[in-house]
């Protein structure tokens, strides 16, 4: 049986998990005050890039005592400047259960050579978060992009922890709940929830993180692009704007205005109701099909951002060509562009329900998928 072509399409088909739709106000004209050709250092990009810095700290709600910084070369370039700056001084676990944090993994392990505890979990499960030793300082991310598995809250993070949680956040921040005093570092990029561009990193730390990079220098060369300290002591102007090389100030318009679109949804709470209304709409169809399911286990563990499905149905002959056919079909039709599943997960779709994406069109998408599923069980018979 082939589903008749359904009559409405979703009015943006971009559900790519990175870089993410814009949020529904972008228009090249909003970038018009943007301060191009001029000095990051002048004052006009120092009071962008401050005010990037502080905007950030209000609609995150993070502590006035942490510090923010805008790094170099998106989520990795913060996430590795705090693997190099930091680790060696204590123990390490890594926390893996999908391809981000397994890469995280081997940095650690293989390019700093560092004797980590390595956790792991197949796609679809998180590792025994019961099992941690926070005497060790404690590597993870927080939603993994490519499994569609976050970790259900920070309760398993003790308050009293000696070690630092390191957190790459990126899929997550602006659409889950961070708690902040279980979390001392933290980074994500601007392309993810906020539908921002790439080009820099988000560096989050807090006072022990701080107190770690300024009583701690570690064995092996840091490039200038890692350096946080200079003499012992945090580079304060880092957290104040003063970015260690050129940002583009294309960029920090965009996430400028970004962060205002955030504000007038609502904020953080806003921005969360979005990504859940999203994840609903999907989790709404889901459960009137018995072809299609989520790669996440635990309902408690399901990411309302990166949500990641896989297909069910035992007339299937080969999985992976069946998921890229329904993938490739529904981009040809213009109806969603980029929901293959990630190169290294499973195979399957993956819809970003982050909180630039509009319900009405996840809503839309899902008559498609009945569509392109049956299809695609006529074409293979
Ligand atoms: C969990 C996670 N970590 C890191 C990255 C890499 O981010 P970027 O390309 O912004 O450095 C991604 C990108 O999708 C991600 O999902």
Same mark, same amino acid.
């Given at each position: 049986?082939?589903?008749?072509?359904?009559?409405?399409?979703?009015?943006?088909?971009?559900?790519?998990?990175?870089?993410?739709?814009?949020?529904?106000?972008?228009?090249?004209?909003?970038?018009?005050?943007?301060?191009?050709?001029?000095?990051?250092?002048?004052?006009?990009?120092?009071?962008?890039?401050?005010?990037?810095?502080?905007?950030?700290?209000?609609?995150?709600?993070?502590?006035?005592?942490?510090?923010?910084?805008?790094?170099?070369?998106?989520?990795?370039?913060?996430?590795?400047?705090?693997?190099?700056?930091?680790?060696?001084?204590?123990?390490?676990?890594?926390?893996?259960?999908?391809?981000?944090?397994?890469?995280?993994?081997?940095?650690?392990?293989?390019?700093?050579? *560092?004797? !980590?505890?390595?956790?792991?979990?197949?796609? /679809?499960? +998180?590792?025994? %978060?019961?099992?941690?030793?926070? @005497? &060790?300082?404690?590597?993870?991310?927080?939603?993994?992009?490519?499994?569609?598995?976050?970790?259900?809250?920070?309760?398993?993070?003790?308050?009293?922890?000696?070690?630092?949680?390191?957190?790459?956040?990126?899929?997550?921040?602006?659409?889950?709940?961070?708690?902040?005093?279980?979390?001392?570092?933290?980074?994500?990029?601007?392309?993810?929830?906020?539908?921002?561009?790439?080009?820099?990193?988000?560096?989050?730390?807090?006072?022990?993180?701080?107190?770690?990079?300024?009583?701690?220098?570690?064995?092996?060369?840091?490039?200038?692009?890692?350096?946080?300290?200079?003499?012992?002591?945090?580079?304060?102007?880092?957290?104040?704007?003063?970015?260690?090389?050129?940002?583009?100030?294309?960029?920090?318009?965009?996430? *400028?205005? !970004?962060?205002?679109?955030?504000?007038?949804? /609502?904020? +953080?709470?806003? %921005?969360?109701?979005?990504?859940? @209304? &999203?994840?609903?709409?999907?989790?709404?169809?889901?459960?009137?099909?018995?072809?299609?399911?989520?790669?996440?286990?635990?309902?408690?563990?399901?990411?309302?951002?990166?949500?990641?499905?896989?297909?069910?149905?035992?007339?299937?002959?080969?999985?992976?060509?069946?998921?890229?056919?329904?993938?490739?079909?529904?981009?040809?039709?213009?109806?969603?562009?980029?929901?293959?599943?990630?190169?290294?997960?499973?195979?399957?779709?993956?819809?970003?329900?982050?909180?630039?994406?509009?319900?009405?069109?996840?809503?839309?998408?899902?008559?498609?998928?009945?569509?392109?599923?049956?299809?695609?069980?006529?074409?293979?018979?």
């Amino acid at each position: 049986m082939v589903t008749e072509t359904p009559a409405t399409r979703p009015a943006n088909p971009r559900f790519s998990s990175g870089p993410c739709a814009k949020n529904p106000t972008f228009t090249f004209d909003t970038l018009s005050d943007a301060a191009l050709g001029r000095s990051h250092r002048a004052a006009i990009g120092k009071d962008k890039l401050k005010a990037a810095i502080e905007e950030t700290r209000e609609i995150l709600g993070i502590p006035a005592d942490y510090k923010i910084g805008i790094v170099p070369a998106s989520d990795t370039g913060a996430v590795e400047m705090a693997l190099w700056s930091m680790l060696g001084a204590r123990g390490v676990e890594m926390l893996v259960w999908e391809s981000f944090g397994a890469g995280w993994a081997t940095d650690v392990t293989k390019q700093l050579g *560092l004797d !980590a505890v390595v956790k792991t979990a197949d796609y /679809g499960e +998180l590792p025994d %978060l019961a099992s941690i030793d926070f @005497a &060790n300082d404690v590597v993870f991310t927080w939603n993994g992009t490519t499994s569609g598995v976050r970790v259900p809250n920070g309760d398993w993070i003790p308050a009293d922890r000696e070690g630092l949680t390191i957190c790459d956040a990126t899929s997550a921040a602006f659409a889950q709940a961070l708690p902040w005093d279980k979390l001392d570092v933290t980074t994500y990029s601007w392309q993810k929830v906020l539908g921002g561009e790439a080009a820099h990193g988000m560096l989050i730390l807090s006072p022990r993180a701080v107190e770690r990079l300024e009583s701690y220098t570690p064995p092996w060369p840091l490039p200038k692009i890692f350096r946080l300290t200079k003499g012992g002591k945090l580079i304060e102007g880092i957290f104040r704007g003063e970015t260690i090389n050129t940002p583009s100030m294309l960029a920090v318009e965009d996430y *400028l205005q !970004a962060l205002a679109w955030a504000r007038s949804v /609502g904020g +953080l709470e806003g %921005l969360i109701a979005r990504a859940d @209304a &999203n994840t609903k709409a999907i989790a709404d169809f889901v459960e009137m099909r018995d072809w299609i399911d989520f790669l996440a286990h635990d309902p408690a563990t399901l990411s309302n951002t990166s949500v990641c499905l896989k297909f069910t149905d035992d007339r299937i002959k080969d999985g992976a060509a069946f998921a890229k056919a329904v993938a490739k079909r529904l981009d040809t039709e213009g109806v969603a562009y980029d929901i293959g599943a990630y190169r290294d997960a499973p195979a399957g779709l993956r819809i970003w329900c982050g909180a630039t994406v509009e319900t009405a069109d996840v809503a839309a998408l899902m008559p498609w998928l009945d569509w392109a599923f049956e299809a695609e069980i006529a074409a293979q018979a």
